[in-house]
């Protein structure tokens, strides 16, 4: 009992020291402090769990990788000052820079902290995979043969198969570096206690109440003029359920930003078109722009409903209503009309229209369906609360062209759950890129990937495209596979497995005194440019 009692009594001594290592100021000023809520909570700050925006936020200003994006989806250095591709595709050398530290921890012994090194990306990785662990980012290293530390300073990664998108997935935060002494000493508890080499480092987390990070004083990135980054001196994120009590306080200017388009102030913040209502043009800023996030009806194809089996009826599902207006009506303009495809606006690969509103021809459609089966098409689509008014306003159109559809609600994890497992007829989905390259979103209609053992909900199968997937994954040439990647979009919409909704936007509403806040399409939050006037 007593070595117990020590060793909790130095776990605790650790930790204490942990939070006020870096900097040992208290008196910050207020305009330097960058304020949000996020209402759905912060589970882990371990970047073997981002899997979520909530904690892909905060751990983005704590930690960093081999390389990054910038606010057009072009990969950047990062940690690796540079790399080389082999010419099979196969094997990727990153640099890594000598002169990043991670943040300061009386783990690393008397300098209190140390440089990285390729090693520490192995151990990084190894967690990754690492099945005591179980972190929802293991299938980043599905690619991926072997990697090895060359030295110091050299790092190897051999791909089983050439993958062109492989870059752009090490963007992702669960490919950060950590350090094995801190995450070795903590265990599982290195979610509460992160160490990383990030602009921030945490300097208190009250769960459920409040998260307040701080300015890591050596951080290595400067600006385009050479000024050291970044420019806040603290982030502090407090946890509020309510959105509307989230509105209220950031309309009484305690809050920076929003990031959000609930239904319930909506029209309060936005003219119908989608612009910022008069009265707040002088105290707020709008950001918006293209978010790689496709909002979809997915038709489960291996369903015997006649009217699913019916390409006729599932041309007339995507040609029946009213897109434009939908957006329009549903969401102030926020969101662009899908008629492209599936590949959202924004990244390459998504094609000239394929479709557009037809209400006379949709009921042509169902003319002759009725005529054929003698039958009037009825269909299920499913959806959770979120977006009953968007499937209530679909149902409606359908209406109007013949197709009756019955508008089922569950809870999202029920959901979700049925999608997999091929239990319903129709349902509403989204699908959000979790890195930059089209093939993210046509996987889902590859044939080996049928769920539940994959993406694909649909159960679309067609030999043409699944050989095009396949001969854009051994493409090195951008421009060639990204011809692949319209092919393949413009054959999944001549099938017709989904009803393309819209295209959707990363909105966000910021104080006037917030500076150099930019928006990018994958949605992730940047604080280390910004500041406040």
């Not at 009692?5 to 870096?22: E, G, M, Q, R």
């Not at 924004?346 to 005529?371: C, D, H, W, Y």
């Amino acid at each position: 009992m007593f070595k117990g009692f020590l060793s909790h009594f130095s776990y605790s001594v650790i930790a204490i020291l942990l939070l006020n290592t870096c900097n040992n100021s208290n008196t910050i000023n207020p305009k330097n402090v960058f304020r949000y809520n996020e209402y759905r909570n912060v589970t882990s700050l371990d970047p073997a769990f981002a899997r979520n925006p909530q904690n892909i936020w905060p751990i983005n200003q704590l930690f960093n990788g081999l390389v990054q994006l910038d606010n057009k989806l072009q990969i950047q250095p990062e940690i690796a000052s540079s790399w080389e591709i082999s010419s099979d595709g196969l094997t990727y050398t990153f640099n890594i820079r000598d002169d990043i530290y991670f943040h300061s921890s009386p783990l690393f012994g008397e300098a209190k902290t140390r440089a990285v090194s390729a090693s520490d990306f192995v151990y990084s990785f190894n967690r990754l995979t690492d099945p005591q662990i179980v972190s929802p980012g293991s299938w980043v290293m599905q690619q991926v043969d072997f990697y090895e530390a060359i030295d110091q300073n050299t790092l190897k990664i051999r791909l089983k198969n050439p993958f062109p998108g492989f870059l752009g997935l090490l963007t992702m935060r669960y490919c950060s570096v950590v350090p094995n002494e801190v995450v070795e000493y903590f265990g599982n508890q290195f979610r509460s206690n992160p160490i990383g080499t990030g602009p921030f480092y945490l300097k208190r987390w009250e769960e459920n109440i409040k998260l307040v990070l701080r300015k890591n004083t050596y951080y290595f990135e400067k600006n385009e003029l050479g000024h050291e980054l970044p420019y806040l001196e603290s982030i502090a994120i407090q946890f509020i359920p309510d959105i509307q009590s989230e509105f209220m306080l950031f309309l009484q200017g305690k809050l920076d930003f929003i990031n959000s388009l609930d239904n319930s102030y909506k029209d309060e913040l936005l003219t119908p078109t989608g612009e910022l209502q008069t009265n707040y043009k002088k105290k707020l800023e709008l950001l918006k722009g293209p978010y790689l996030n496709t909002e979809y009806i997915g038709i489960y194809l291996d369903n015997p409903n006649p009217a699913i089996q019916s390409p006729k009826i599932r041309e007339a599902l995507n040609i029946g209503f009213d897109r434009k207006l939908m957006i329009a009506y549903l969401r102030n303009n926020i969101g662009y009309p899908a008629k492209k495809g599936f590949i959202p606006k924004g990244l390459s690969g998504n094609t000239q229209e394929v479709f557009s509103f037809n209400p006379k021809k949709a009921r042509m459609l169902v003319e002759e369906f009725i005529e054929e089966t003698q039958s009037k098409p009825k269909i299920i689509l499913t959806t959770d609360s979120n977006y009953l008014d968007l499937c209530e306003y679909f149902q409606g159109e359908m209406q109007k062209i013949g197709i009756d559809i019955l508008v089922e609600v569950m809870p999202t994890a029920s959901l979700r759950q049925a999608k997999s497992s091929g239990k319903l007829q129709l349902f509403r989905a989204s699908w959000i890129a979790d890195y930059p390259d089209a093939e993210n979103y046509l996987s889902l209609f590859y044939s080996k990937n049928f769920s539940p053992n994959g993406p694909n909900y649909t159960h679309f199968k067609n030999k043409t495209y699944d050989s095009l997937y396949k001969q854009a994954m051994i493409t090195p040439i951008e421009n060639l596979r990204i011809q692949k990647y319209e092919q393949m979009d413009e054959l999944i919409m001549k099938e017709f497995p989904i009803v393309p909704l819209y295209y959707d936007e990363v909105v966000r509403f910021v104080q006037k005194d917030v500076k150099g806040m930019t928006i990018n399409p994958i949605n992730l939050l940047v604080l280390k440019n910004v500041y406040k006037e």
